[in-house]
């Protein structure tokens, strides 16, 4: 059996947030330009269509409908570009590097122009807190290569534990991938309740949270919380979950964020980081399941018929 040549890689390489905060702040508002390219297709419930996925290399939009064919943009994270395709044969790069968020989303309508796609998006980003429209954000961000290649193979390591721990889930899920918006890799679950959004909600929170859920994920960090973290929540918050015990060790309930959290460096530092991380998934999605009244017969047995 051939070995891939990057196979020494650490699936769970360190990461840290104050490092890393540039170059997350040029992917994050580049990645909201690319994903609000999503918002041209068909709504989807609960933003489900809005999703970008993981690749071998890095990350993608998918097919995007357009005019009787589609396109594709990716991000790849081993040579550092951005790359267009089309139905029609067409094929456009750019090359990430240090650069303002204007000039990114300068560039990104450029390639899409050359690729011959039509398309308009809206220029303030989403779910940030003080936002500068893409085309007035013109202060230079760095791009630190190597840190962004290490966001994505994290990335790429937490979506293959969601998708052992989601095997076992029989209701309604949504696609695991890269929310543009809060920045975040996420799964989701549904029990095929409706409920009410939270009070005061936008229209995307009016659209994301009308319906029971459990959801789990994992951030690089922000100001707020300065360190990478995985996550998991369940809406409505039931009572007494704050109490529950969960694994492994080293997780815990977080009042302020309404969250159990599982901080990234402790999972490192596990002998077993992807079968900590599945308890982590299994026994937080147990404790909401439990105290909100889930079947139980929504988590099967995730063996294949």
Known sequence: MSVPSDSHLDPWPALSYPDFAGTQYLLH?????????????PFQPQWSAIVIAMSARGLTTGPIDHVGGAYEINIDLISHELIGVTSWGRVERFKLASMSVAEFVQRLF?????????VSINLMPQEVANPIAFDQDKERRPYEP??????WRIMLSTQRVMQVFR???EGKTQPIGLMWGTLDIRDVMYNGKPVAPPPKSDYI???AMNAELIEMGWWAGSAAYPKPAFYSFTYPQPAG???AHISPASARWDSAMGEFILDYDDLRQSKDPDGDLLSFFRTAYNAGAERAGWDSKLMGSGKPV
């Not at 450029?110 to 039509?118: N, S």
């Not at 190597?146 to 966001?151: P, Q």
């Open 29 to 41: 508002m580049g990645l909201q330009a690319v994903g609000k390219l999503k918002l041209k297709a």
């Open 110 to 118: 450029d390639l899409l122009q050359k690729l011959g796609v039509d």
């Open 146 to 151: 190597a840190l962004a290649h290490d966001w």
């Open 167 to 169: 095997g076992a889930f």
């Open 205 to 207: 929170r009016r659209n």
């Open 241 to 243: 979950i704050e109490d």
